[in-house]
T-cell receptor, first 114, second 114 residues
Framework: DAKTTQPPSMDCAEGRAANLPCNHS???????VYWYRQIHSQGPQYIIH???NNETNEMASLIITEDRKSSTLILPHATLRDTAVYYC???????????????FGKGTKLSVIP | ETGVTQSPTHLIKTRGQQVTLRCSSQ?????VSWYQQALGQGPQFIFQ???????GRGNFPPRFSGLQFPNYSSELNVNALELDDSALYLC?????????????FGQGTRLTVV
């Protein structure tokens, strides 16, 4: 799986947009970009994923650059409940005997400040 | 709420003992993966089951084993517990194995080995 690089921590004012960057310069053409978050001591929560096009759901937007070497997760109006560790993961397709597990790095600790 | 349930939520075991952790996957999901998350680290992939067969394994010794049942629920068994096995154990389920398939996590089982 391609490796990802994220800043270790970020702050965001409550009500403002939180923009979380992720670099994945070695991503292959058939690998997806996934975002999960983990609130303290809970299981990771799926947020969004994409391949090439920008994606939006009720939680967030995912912007993938045209060369696919980086992406940004956008939380449009951050609340205190969005304080969590955010993981950017590049996921390979299943290729048989191997697996396409989610490979978690250290993520970005987002603190939403009142 | 993901529909993935794990039991028990907390467990304390003595070094050398054996432990079984359980996971009920989300309705309709036939793939279950297990992860270990040590304190301060991201989750690490242990193994994956698809239609009752293990079809992917991370860098964990054979004393970590598992089962998947016909209803797609799963067990993680750890023999000869060591102090370093103390961690949050997470189960994730998904429908199929494609890279374009979201995996949803349970809340985890916190195992403490003393």
């Amino acid at each position: 799986d391609a490796k990802t690089t994220q800043p270790p921590s970020m702050d965001c004012a409550e009500g403002r947009a939180a923009n979380l960057p992720c670099n994945h310069s070695t991503i292959s053409g058939n690998e997806y970009v996934y975002w999960y978050r983990q609130i303290h001591s809970q299981g990771p929560q799926y947020i969004i994923h994409g391949l090439k096009n920008n994606e939006t759901n009720e939680m967030a937007s995912l912007i993938i650059t045209e060369d696919r070497k980086s992406s940004t997760l956008i939380l449009p109006h951050a609340t205190l409940r969005d304080t969590a560790v955010y993981y950017c993961i590049v996921r390979s397709p299943y290729t048989g005997a191997g697996s396409y597990q989610l490979t978690f790095g250290k993520g970005t600790k987002l603190s939403v400040i009142p | 709420e993901t529909g993935v349930t794990q039991s028990p939520t907390h467990l304390i075991k003595t070094r050398g003992q054996q432990v079984t952790l359980r996971c009920s996957s989300q309705s309709g999901h036939n793939t279950v993966s297990w992860y270990q998350q040590a304190l301060g680290q991201g989750p690490q992939f242990i193994f994956q089951y698809y239609r009752e067969e293990e079809n992917g394994r991370g860098n964990f010794p054979p004393r970590f084993s598992g089962l998947q049942f016909p209803n797609y629920s799963s067990e993680l068994n750890v023999n000869a517990l060591e102090l370093d096995d103390s961690a949050l154990y997470l189960c994730a389920s998904s429908q199929g194995q494609g890279a374009n398939t979201e995996a949803f996590f349970g809340q985890g089982t916190r195992l403490t080995v003393v």
